[in-house]
């Protein structure tokens, strides 16, 4: 699963800690979590409540077609084919 936090340049400690608690019940459930778009200040708060820790920062990607990339790798899908030119 991908979360992509574009919209969000920061959120508070209790946001970070919900996003953490999804991370824990999707491990739960054998779904492993990315983000895209972590960036600035959201950032910060994500190394501070451990949220990274949480997620992993292996997890955390800089762009959208980044974080579905490493998802289709994860779940063993194959990467869409792309039109040939005519």
Do not use: Y
């Not at 608690?21 to 994500?46: C, D, I, S, T, Y």
């Not at 820790?53 to 994860?74: C, I, K, L, Q, Y």
């Amino acid at each position: 699963m991908v979360l992509v936090l574009d919209g969000n340049d920061e959120f508070d400690i209790t946001s970070a800690e919900k996003l953490g608690k999804l991370a824990g019940n999707l491990h739960g459930r054998n779904v492993v979590l990315g983000l895209a778009h972590v960036h600035g200040p959201a950032l910060e708060m994500a190394e501070r409540s451990g949220l990274l820790a949480s997620v992993g920062a292996d997890h955390v990607f800089p762009t959208t077609p980044s974080a579905v990339a490493w998802a289709r790798s994860v779940a063993g899908a194959p990467a869409p084919e792309l039109d040939s030119p005519a």
